[in-house]
């Protein structure tokens, strides 16, 4: 057997998870999603690395089950497409969200901190109680960010142990970047605990490790259902997304608190 041939037949092995992975592992090395979409949009004619997968899914399924009947196969195929899709879609999902958090904790951060220095200015005045309160509010809400952050990026990686063998869907470029946040973010923290432990403003409650539980929680399901959704909806399953995308929207709405 040529050197070819054995290939393809490990290729014809790979489960939709590791057909995931080895895309994955092609489109990091582009350092951002930008330059890899760039990159196939330049072969003639562009190849989609949805459609190439899907392709890769569904022969690996026939050739698994070659010479067994014709509704076992089918079933395979489907079983296969729907998970290579989910995972797809699932990677995406991840480094969309991660991009435009990012985005909105740039803002985030220049607001707080902006925030921190007029409480700092007004330092003169340490004892006013309403001085007091705004700055304990200010490092709460700082506090909370933090939080956020960790638990968001503990949802991603409660996300990629499930359904990708445990490898970070997040493009390098974008890792690097989600890093710098989080120390920025962590210092302007740091910075607020320190001045209201100055001023004597009174220590912020401690965590609740049961609420950290379910936000983190919430947070996996806002990666996965909508990717099952989207998986199932490009595959022609339109009331099973729905069922999903409907499910998820109730959870999220049960878990809001009540005004009024």
Known sequence: MTA???LAKIEEALS???LVLRWLAEAHAYGDIEPYVASFLEQDPPVAPLDRL???AVHGARATLRGKRPDLVDAAVRNALRETVFRFELVMRINVAAHELLEREALIDAALSANLALAFKDDERPADPKRLEHLGRLRDLIVIRVSEL???AQARTIAAERYLQGQSALFPNLAGAWEEQLKST???ADMAV???QIDGVPDAAPPDPEALSRRIA???AD???PAKADALDKLGEGKSAFDIANAWVRSKLAAAPAVG
Do not use: S, W
């Open 54 to 56: 899907a392709r890769e």
């Open 150 to 152: 960790g638990a968001t």
């Open 186 to 188: 962590t210092l302007i």
């Open 218 to 220: 919430g947070l996996v």
């Open 223 to 225: 990666l996965v259902q």
């Open 16 to 18: 939709p998870t590791q």
């Open 194 to 196: 320190r001045m209201a």
């Open 4 to 6: 070819e041939r054995r």
